[in-house]
T-cell receptor
Framework: EAGVAQSPRYKIIEKRQSVAFWCNPI?????LYWYQQILGQGPKLLIQ????????DSQLPKDRFSAERLKGVDSTLKIQPAKLEDSAVYLC????????????FGSGTRLTVV | KQEVTQIPAALSVPEGENLVLNCSFT??????LQWFRQDPGKGLTSLLL?????REQTSGRLNASLDKSSGRSTLYIAASQPGDSATYLC??????????FGKGTSLLVTP
């Protein structure tokens, strides 16, 4: 089966600019997650979708971050305006709705804000 | 709130040694626990998934155990190789699907 696809792989932007990341989950996986991983830390959940509805966005900085999942498949995560502390790897993962199912992660997007 | 701790934070061993990575969690009401490997600048690769009803899982030279009552899991790597050098992350799933991660153990296996 094809894995979780993410793009771009790397992005360098100046602070106050905007950026968008794209994710295509494994076919048939209804649940999609965006995680932020700061250097030296474990991944932290930003937002969780079930089909095209938001299940949990409690840790998403909503003043600057937004995410959508149109038609319950692909998803985009946007940051506007970016801050220096947003420099991190942004990971997308997908999972079956079965709670006993594991996660599959994409390769991530490394964002550097200068 | 689930807290996941991994010990040690970093580990350096000579090639061929057997080693154990530790993971502990505060809330034992988990659905499953998953061990991941992360190479520098890369995403996460799933190594082993242990359901809450299971005690251990094995894949090749890797063995993961789970003691849910004490809130602990270990990842055992047999006959380590330089190619095993990476960061190993432990993550637990409670209700609501989301995974809670530890900070990881950075492993270096020297030739």
């Amino acid at each position: 089966e094809a894995g979780v696809a993410q793009s771009p792989r790397y992005k360098i932007i100046e602070k106050r600019q905007s950026v968008a990341f794209w994710c295509n989950p494994i076919s048939g996986h209804a649940t999609l997650y965006w995680y932020q991983q700061i250097l030296g830390q474990g991944p932290k959940l930003l937002i969780q979708f079930q089909n095209n509805g938001v299940v949990d966005d409690s840790q998403l900085p909503k003043d600057r971050f937004s995410a959508e999942r149109l038609k319950g498949v692909d998803s985009t995560l946007k940051i506007q305006p970016a801050k220096l502390e947003d420099s991190a790897v942004y990971l997308c993962a997908s999972s079956s709705p079965d709670r006993n199912y594991g996660y599959t992660f994409g390769s991530g997007t490394r964002l550097t804000v200068v | 709130k689930q807290e996941v701790t991994q010990i040690p934070a970093a580990l350096s061993v000579p090639e061929g040694e057997n080693l154990v990575l530790n993971c502990s969690f505060t809330d034992s009401a988990i659905y499953n626990l998953q061990w991941f490997r992360q190479d520098p600048g890369k995403g996460l690769t799933s190594l082993l998934l242990i359901q809450s009803s299971q005690r251990e899982q094995t894949s090749g030279r890797l063995n993961a155990s789970l003691d849910k009552s004490s809130g602990r899991s270990t990842l055992y790597i047999a006959a380590s190789q330089p190619g095993d050098s990476a960061t190993y992350l432990c993550a637990v799933k409670n209700s609501g699907y989301a995974l809670n991660f530890g900070k990881g153990t950075s492993l270096l296996v020297t030739p």
